[in-house]
């Protein structure tokens, strides 16, 4: 069956970085468009950035700039570099394959001093 498993969450200062994995299994990762969301509490998941299968990417406004999607098709695994983390950033991260209701379990993030 489908697996995805988020890992590299944790809790960051402002200004600081941390980069996110996700593990895919059960399915041809290297033909899948995947993607990064985020819900922090109270709000919706919201998208934060996706690569499609050859690789194009494309980002949520608020993270433009910092934020940063790759994906290594060799090792099944798709990350999400974040860099100039704002306080804003705080949520649980999630990994989906792009078109399916296959998500991982989260994977937290804290910016907070």
């Known amino acids: 069956q489908v697996q995805l498993v988020e890992s590299g969450g944790g809790l960051v200062q402002p200004g600081g970085s941390l980069r996110l994995s996700c593990a895919a299994s059960?399915?041809?990762?290297?033909?899948?468009?995947m993607g990064w969301y985020r819900q922090a509490p109270g709000k919706q998941r919201e998208l934060v950035a996706i690569?499609?299968?050859?690789?194009?990417?494309n980002y949520a406004e608020p993270v433009k700039g910092r934020f940063t999607i790759s994906r290594d098709n060799a090792k099944n695994t798709v990350y999400l570099q974040m860099n100039s983390l704002k306080p804003e950033d705080t949520a649980v991260y999630y990994c989906?394959?792009?078109?399916?209701?296959?998500w991982g379990q989260g994977t937290q993030v804290t910016v907070s001093t």
């Open positions: 989906n394959r792009l078109g399916y209701r296959d």
């Open positions: 690569t499609t299968s050859v690789g194009i990417t």
């Open positions: 059960g399915f041809i990762f290297r033909f899948s468009g």
